[in-house]
């Protein structure tokens, strides 16, 4: 597990973004306003971004390609799907092994969820303080903790 | 006097519209897609992008023949090129090359932003650049010095979520369904905007952005608590967005750096009666001309991007029919970057 305060966001997405690769996919998972775009808007400044990362809960897929930033990354928000076979027509897989999918509300693809998906759970320890708690699968072994 | 067919397929709407440059709306269709949408509480994009390719074609038939026009008549097709949900913009701008291409006439790119920033133009043949814009939408909330066509400076943006996102997500919490900014505008008309403590997130900050991220987690916490009735969450979340987006706006008219012609509202939350009210108050507080489209005007609709497209065809622009649709778009492409909560730009 690692606390952070909210005014740290921007070195543990330095620490996560170093240790990405392509295929990988991270799930964000925590209440409403626990600081999953936050911290998908840290890692993707971490890879390079310098514009804007809008708020995916509108597209849904926010697309990042290099130059902008080092590695393609799918931006996802699933809050709004319900129905998890909806997730099948998204194409978040289509070019899975050569691009970082960063996918808020994981659990909304139910039994869809990649075996290889690290997850990172944020929880509130206070208002301005988060614990971030790691499912870590095989291929993130001896990468996670992120250094 | 020019002809411009207008696209629009960026969220849930599918429309189109034919508009003249003397302000005639010759025809307007729109195929809303909230009934596909309702079982889902939001607009999924495959959904989105299906139901467009499935009602784009007949749309633009009807929208002719409502006009008693044949595509030849037409000056110039233009299509939203973005942002927005990219299934759904694909759908409408290859549509638009497709018509541009085989009728052999101009295609113009609309930002969709751009249309709803020049909408207020169209019914207000009085509205004179430069103006004060509020531009709040689903996906959207910016204050914007609209200077000409084309020529927009972004004054301050969301640094999170966007109002109307805030208002989709409320109505999910509270069960209230979709869309989420009538169904919260109805459940508050039955609440107390005081019943429930929620925060007005930056107001009186001497930065000049917005912010609603810490507004939905409260509704959220409020909704969890079991104290308070759903109409009064409503109403306390409805006020707390006017209050933020009224102090917000004085803000920047107190420090603008131009003679504003009009304080401006577009986008769907426009169509919001409390805030509008509250805007125009603001308005005339400053003493200031308070113009926002009508309701129709302010949802998404083609007649918007047929304008604008106008607009820009009278300004001698038009694109190339290998354009891309992009799903974002920021329409002040030199604005300082405001990455998220907590970076001060």
Known sequence: MIEYGLDEIGLLGKRIARSLQPGDVVGLTGSLGAGKTTLARAILAALGLEGEAPSPSFAIVQPYAPPEVTLPVLHVDLYRIEDAAEIDELGLFDDSAHQVLLIEWPERMGQRVPAEMLNLTIDFADEARRRLTATVPPAWEGRWPPQ | ?345
């Open chain 2, 1 to 345: 006097m020019t002809i411009i067919l207008g696209i629009e397929s960026s969220c849930d709407e599918t429309a189109v519209a034919l508009v003249t440059s003397e302000r005639e709306i010759l025809s307007h269709k729109l195929a809303t897609q909230e009934d596909a949408h309702r079982p889902y509480g939001g607009v999924v994009p495959e959904i989105a992008a299906r139901a467009h390719a499935e009602k784009i074609a007949p749309l633009v038939e009807a929208a002719l023949a409502d006009a008693g026009l044949a595509l030849a008549e037409v000056d110039a097709i233009a299509a939203t090129a973005g942002p927005g949900l990219i299934g759904g913009v694909m759908v409408g701008l290859v549509t638009g090359k497709a018509l541009a291409h085989g009728a052999g006439k101009p295609l113009v790119a609309v930002n969709h932003l751009e249309g709803h920033a020049l909408s207020a133009r169209l019914t207000d043949p009085d509205l004179q650049f430069p103006y004060l814009l509020l531009l709040v939408s689903g996906g959207h909330c910016q204050l914007l010095a609209v200077e000409g066509v084309g020529r927009y400076r972004r004054l301050a943006t969301t640094i999170d979520d966007a109002a109307g996102e805030a208002f989709d997500k409320t109505a999910k919490l509270l069960g209230l369904g979709f869309p989420g900014g009538p169904a919260v505008e109805a459940a508050a008309r039955e609440g107390d905007p005081t019943a429930v403590p929620l925060p007005r997130p930056l107001l009186g900050s001497p930065e000049p952005h917005f912010s609603f991220a810490g507004l939905k987690s409260a509704v959220m916490r409020a909704a969890q608590s079991g104290d308070y009735q759903t109409n009064d969450i409503a109403a306390s979340f409805q006020q707390a967005v006017v209050d933020c987006l009224v102090d917000r706006t004085d803000k920047a008219l107190k420090g603008l750096d131009f003679a504003p012609s009009a304080l401006v509202m577009a986008g769907g939350v426009a169509a919001n009666a409390i805030i509008r009210t509250a805007l125009q108050r603001l308005s005339a507080d400053h003493g200031l001309a308070f113009v926002a489209p009508p309701l129709w005007l302010c949802t998404d609709n083609g007649a918007m991007i047929a304008w604008a497209g106008g607009e820009r065809f009278a300004a001698g622009l038009t694109d190339p029919l290998d354009i891309a649709a992009r799903p974002r778009w920021p329409l002040d492409t030199a604005a300082d970057s405001v990455r998220g909560a907590g970076v001060k730009a």
